[in-house]
């Protein structure tokens, strides 16, 4: 297995390696590797029919489910590009990526977590247009509802879309799967940025294949897994350290759609599972949980986490009370396909809970000082990733692809780093001001963006504080508008309570700040910009 390989032919690989073993299992369906070829290959059948080309974009915009798989790896064997959309995105954010990508074809459900998706954007994007479902989206030729039963506002439901199959041979799809390269984009998973406004991370399938076949093998995943996916699937951790390391290993995918400690312990008492990949908050909610007593849990075999710093106290517990075998930690980002440095299996537990591991196979990792010069061992400096992993660039944005990845090929994270004698990795700061809330990244700058539209603010600023559960969360300093927040004060919760409920409305849950300050002035340097280490002090 290597970076010649596609999506396609790894499903195909799978299916004739794996044939009648479990690929995916819910309370709904269950799936083996065969079955699960087919119904791809019957999405893919659909999607020609619909009139999607290769290298077209094709959204999805729903919880973790089997319908996700099968949907997404349809819309890999029709040789087009899948753009994952966070579940937790209003309106307002997904018809951005929505219309930022040109997809011709949305997936989503009719609602999830009180959020009705198709109504909302119709709502948000000026309602049907004549010959499209949504106005304010005119590539958006179609959008099918995974979940509903009779076709909504020119919304098709899923039966409705497969039902074109039926015009599209075999051959046809066989063609179309063949026709992929590893060079073709298998998918574009929106990041923001410090502009404010999400930028699409372009991948390959020959990059994807080959980073989670090293991750495999390096946390040792086997087809005798049962693979408890709560990471969700629009996230890398989700979609390709989730599904495609199950298709590259042959382990069972049980998807799990909103986490909650009480089901989870449920689930991994129930259903025997032996995988539980996730942030640290996870497992942290896990250990705190009053149920936990009570969980007769199976052995758990193998943790993978990340995204947070992970305390020593936190692998131990993982270990003695909730009874991992193996805890293997990693560092990665979106535009390095996920994934760059890996802790090992055989790692002690001092390297796992202080470092991100060693670089995978293939791919270099250095620390550099502000002049792109190697530091010395255990000197602090900004990690740069250089390898087949690295991101074909932002889509349709040359010049901000250019800001990140040099004339070298280096890509340049924007995280502070330590890198000791045996190459493990500590991540220490950020150069950038993103900062991770309960292992989901924020960026201030689309916060602050969306915060300024609000009419009572003339300026903000936000930045991100320590957490004990959530590890950290945002802080939103406020210079008002005149009339506007008169006598607010921290003791005050009337206009903190008006200004959640603001971002509630405009922003995934995750993203609203959980702190507000009222101030006269922000902290400016010579330039302009706001000094918001002097707001951290402060917020200290």
Known sequence: ?????????????????????????????????????????????SLIA???????????????SCEWVVLALGVSLAGAALVPINTRFKAEEAGYLLGRSRARLLFTVREFLGTAYFERLRAEHGGPGAEVPIAGLPRLERVVLIDAEAKTHGAYTLREQLACA?????????????????????????????????????????????????????VGLTQRDRYLIVSPFFHAFGYKAGILACLISGATMLPHAVFDAGQVLERLRRESISVLPGPPTLYQSLLAHEGLREAALPPLRLAVTGAA????ELVERMKRVLGFETIVTGYGLTESCGIATMCRANDDLQTIASTSGRAI???????????????????????????????????????????????QGFLHTGDIGVLDARGNLRITDRLKDMYIAGGFNCYPAEIERMLSTHPGIAQVAVIGIPDERLGEVGMAFIVPRAGHFTGANGRDPTWSDALTAFCRERMANYKVPRRFAIVRELPLNASGKVVKGRLRERAV
């Open 166 to 218: 039926a015009n599209v041979t075999e051959a046809e799809v066989q063609a179309r799967a063949d026709a992929v390269l590893p060079t073709c984009i298998s998918d574009i998973m929106f990041t923001s940025g410090t502009t404010g406004r999400p930028k699409g991370v372009a991948t390959t399938h020959g990059q994807n294949v080959r980073a989670y076949s090293a991750w495999c093998a390096a």
């Open 50 to 64: 619909s009139g999607v080309q290769p290298h077209d974009r094709v959204a999805l915009w729903a919880p973790n």
């Open 361 to 407: 196979e293939g791919v270099e990792v250095q620390v550099v000082d502000a002049a792109g010069k190697p530091v010395a061992s255990g000197e602090p400096g900004e990690v740069v990733i250089r390898g087949y992993n690295v991101m074909q660039g932002y889509f349709e944005a040359p010049e901000d692809t250019r800001e990140v990845i040099d004339s």
């Open 1 to 45: 297995m290597n970076e010649l390989e596609t999506i396609p032919s790894l499903l195909r690989r799978a299916a004739a390696q794996f044939r009648e073993q479990p690929a995916i299992e819910t309370s709904a369906r269950r799936l083996s590797y065969r079955e699960l070829l087919a119904e791809a290959q019957l999405t893919a059948a």
């Open 309 to 312: 710093v992970v305390p020593l």
